[in-house]
């Protein structure tokens, strides 16, 4: 059982920065691939980037050289760099876990509550 608590969410103007983490519970954070999703009003869940347990990373389109993803697994937390914030950024965005099994993009069983992002123009 893994338990996710988000923090670092909140209201930026375009081209602004925002750091998201993702503080994890339990003993083997560092075999779990972890990921950020987020849902914009009226829009499905996407992922945003995956982060496995070797470090390999993978990104949405949308946010390659903008966001970056990363872990400290001596401090089960999981992070979210996000720089050159758009207004099409403005979501509410989920840590979310799995066991490394088949692809980053689906299959994540734990899920955070989320923490709301909101860009201004």
């Known amino acids: 059982q893994v338990q996710l608590v988000e923090s670092g969410g909140g209201l930026v103007q375009a081209g602004g920065s925002l750091r998201l983490s993702c503080a994890a519970s339990?003993?083997?954070?560092?075999?779990?691939?972890m990921a950020w999703f987020r849902q914009a009003p009226g829009k499905g869940r996407e992922l945003v980037a995956a982060?496995?347990?070797?470090?390999?990373?993978n990104y949405a389109d949308s946010v390659k050289g903008r966001f970056a993803i990363s872990r400290d697994n001596a401090k089960n937390t999981l992070y979210l760099q996000m720089n050159s914030l758009k207004p099409e950024d403005t979501a509410v965005y989920y840590c979310?876990?799995?066991?490394?099994?088949?692809?980053?993009?689906?299959?994540?069983?734990?899920w955070g509550q989320g923490t709301q992002v909101t860009v201004s123009s």
């Open positions: 982060i496995t347990s070797t470090g390999i990373t």
């Open positions: 979310a876990a799995k066991l490394p099994s088949g692809s980053v993009i689906s299959g994540y069983n734990y």
């Open positions: 339990g003993r083997t954070f560092s075999t779990y691939t």
